[in-house]
């Protein structure tokens, strides 16, 4: 009887956690205390401990009202960083990803395509497992598109750019503990078009950007994103007609007068297909390497550039600076060695091109390496220095 009774709390108990899909931790704990001999217990426990787990790692869906509309229902995934939860003091940056018109809202009070927003990008990758060092947030357009929104109820649209965006960046700096100097923002297609006018609209909000495939609606206000000073690494097939004005944008970011402290950059692949994006969140994409996108943004600070890639081997004890950068003609790169070697120096391009490559003799210590870079045109480049046990990577611009 007291086995039976056992029993039919535990089934009672799944069912209940099954439907509500919510803590499952907590449950798990009132289950270990229901039951400690049965064997039909214990499986479920594992069970339970197993979806546990799946579950923490996985983003989860989250709404607010949006003051457009009036009755927009803004559905949106939201994901933190596996810490998130155990440094409640800490601030984390903050990752928002517009998505394509292909994965909009049914209707602007239908959350039922929610899961539309998986499709591409970043939460496609948090679905498939990959753990992010920042939030993320995957809101879904419930309008004609992000900058076309409502005031009357859906009557007719008006162009707001910028104004939804901001809405829900400044909704979801009221509910995550956001980093205020590292908010990044990246988009494909409409949401990368979307991108650029939030950038224009509010540079003063934004650490650092990736549009990918997207078009510029007004390119005259681009000087906004140069004073600024917002990193933009911008990502397109070459022959995609609606991406074609994207490079010639690049240069006249970087013609503004003051210029941007970090140049505007692009890395064009080959092909007219409009999806640039499936190679590049997926850091596959021609140009990339030796970098990470990822990594990019994490590098990016509204209080200032957090230089230098994540080092590998032996780095803590072996430290590599650059002055200045920006260089102009000529570069000290400081390095600190444990042993005496010879070290292989390289200057990557954007499109992973090597600009310069010699082996240089070091000593145990700091060394001081004096190299020439007036053969080396304006841009963005990844220095590296190899050694027998370890690879150091700096970036650096070079800009006269």
């Not at 990803?97 to 496609?124: C, Q, R, W």
């Not at 060695?337 to 010699?358: A, D, P, W």
């Amino acid at each position: 009887m007291l086995i039976a009774k056992r029993v039919k709390n535990i089934l009672f108990l799944n069912n209940y956690l099954n439907f509500m899909k919510l803590r499952l931790q907590s449950s798990y704990h009132i289950l270990r205390t229901i039951c400690k001999t049965s064997m039909l217990c214990l499986l479920l426990l594992m069970t339970l401990a197993t979806v546990s787990v799946r579950a923490q790692k996985k983003q989860v869906a989250r709404s607010f009202n949006s003051k457009f509309g009036p009755n927009a229902f803004v559905g949106y995934l939201a994901y933190v960083p596996k810490d998130y939860a155990a440094n409640p003091a800490k601030k984390y940056p903050l990752l928002i990803f517009l998505h394509g018109i292909g994965e909009k809202a049914y209707m602007a009070t239908d959350s039922s395509n929610l899961g539309g927003v998986k499709t591409h990008g970043p939460p496609k990758l948090i679905e498939a497992g990959m753990d992010f060092p920042f939030i993320v947030i995957s809101p879904q357009c419930p309008f004609e598109d992000w900058e076309n929104v409502t005031t009357d109820n859906y009557n007719s649209s008006v162009y707001r750019p910028g104004e939804f965006v901001d809405e829900i960046l400044e909704k979801i700096k009221t509910l995550y503990r956001v980093d205020l100097n590292r908010i990044y923002l990246t988009g494909l297609s409409m949401g990368s078009a979307a991108t650029w006018s939030y950038l224009m609209k509010h540079p003063e909000k934004i650490a650092a950007s990736i549009p990918i495939s997207g078009w510029i609606d007004n390119p005259a206000d681009g000087c906004n994103i140069a004073k600024g000073n917002v990193p933009v690494w911008a990502f397109q097939n070459e022959a995609d007609p609606k991406t074609i004005g994207t490079p010639g944008f690049i240069d006249y970011i970087n013609a503004c007068e003051p210029a941007p402290s970090t140049p505007a950059k692009i890395t064009i692949y080959p092909g007219k297909e409009h999806d640039a994006w499936t190679v590049t969140y997926n850091n596959k994409g021609v140009g990339i390497a030796p970098d990470n996108i990822y990594d990019w943004l994490m590098r990016q600070s509204k209080g200032g550039a957090i230089t230098g890639l994540p080092e590998s081997g032996t780095e803590k004890a072996q430290k590599m600076e650059l002055f200045p950068v920006p260089a102009r003609n000529n570069l000290t790169i400081n390095y600190n060695s444990e042993v005496s070697e010879q070290i292989h120096l390289q200057f990557f391009n954007e499109t992973s091109g090597v600009v310069l490559s010699k082996n240089l003799p070091v000593q145990k210590g700091l060394n001081t390496i004096e190299t020439d870079v007036t053969g080396i045109k304006n841009g963005y480049y990844l220095v590296s220095l190899t050694g027998s046990e370890h690879k150091l990577t700096k970036t650096l611009v070079v800009s006269r």
